[in-house]
């Protein structure tokens, strides 16, 4: 049981109280992503009908879309408990096996980072997804025998930004797989005064649709610049955030007014004025630029492969004509012939 409740409990959200008191509850409190939300009512509402446990769930796409929040509120409409884990604290067979055992029926095994579990691991899961049984090899060489041992029935979410790095036969037992979008501002900005009422922070119009603009598509970034004006407004004696205010808060924080910040441009001028504008592989880029690679390619490449400043190509990555325009930098006709 201790070694469940060290595995379960090493994941670990940034403010975790102020997390939870802003995440959504029930499904039709959740902003956005449509098309999943009225598909997993359909499957929750069909599953609670039969008076069996959802199926297994993969939620996929980049990160900070509300993946966490999906599961905590799957469980809720589920009436079930959610242990929260993730892929890499999973570091053996027994590890998973003491979560395994220890989860009720109708329990939601909530699997961040799913696609880095390691084989031996996922392994343990096709019988536990599929057969609601964990398969156990005791002992070593001759005298080894197989046991198994019947599980509850419990819903499996993973959540993963690389779903392609998942296995085919981990992936095939997901009967639910649904792919988060980034959002647009308007649905940003329902998140911004939701969450400012639940902080208690008056906000005008003009100031939530600026912070929205600048949320670069993720309620994440949209609580967290939130959070932060309204550190300025505090500073300033002001009781509502203002338009002023915001603006000049987000501009303190060097998020510019499509969202991106200070990496965002520096990849940008990395690429620009270290290599001609590209073609540059994703690992010089990450030395040169002095960042890691997953952190490029999960984090703030989607984003700027979305506004179109960047493009890849099987050569490496390059710069548009997009991304000149933005910084001021002229672009030169021979750049990326």
Known sequence: MEDEER????????????????????????????????????????AKKRGESLDHVLLYGPPGLGKTTLSHIIANEMHGDIKITSGPAIARAMDLAAILTNLRDGDILFV??????????????????????LDMVLGKGPSARTMRI????????????????????????FGVVCRLELYTPEELAIIINRSAGILNIDIEPAATEEIAKRSRGTPRIANRLLKRVRDF???????????????????SLEVDELGLDKTDSLILHTIIEKF???????ETLAAASGEETNTI????????????????????????????????VPYPGSVNK
């Open 7 to 46: 595995l379960i409990s090493s994941v670990k959200l940034e403010n975790d109280d102020n997390e939870n008191l802003l995440r959504p509850k029930e499904i039709d409190e959740y902003v956005g992503q449509e098309k999943v939300k009225a598909n997993l009512k359909v499957f929750m509402h069909s």
């Open 112 to 133: 961040d980072e799913i696609h880095r579990l390691n084989h031996s691991v996922e392994e343990i899961l096709y019988p536990a997804m599929e057969d609601f049984m």
């Open 150 to 173: 019947p599980l509850s029935k419990f819903t499996l979410v993973g959540a993963t930004t690389k779903a392609g790095m998942l296995g085919a036969p981990l992936r095939d037992r």
């Open 233 to 251: 407004a505090e500073f300033a004696d002001s009781k509502i955030i203002t338009h002023e205010i915001a603006k000049s808060a987000l501009n």
């Open 276 to 282: 001609n504008g590209g073609p540059v592989g994703l």
């Open 297 to 328: 390619e999960d984090v703030y490449e989607p984003f700027l492969i979305q506004l179109g400043f960047i493009a890849r190509t099987p050569r490496g990555r390059i710069c548009t004509i997009n991304a000149y325009n933005h910084l001021g």
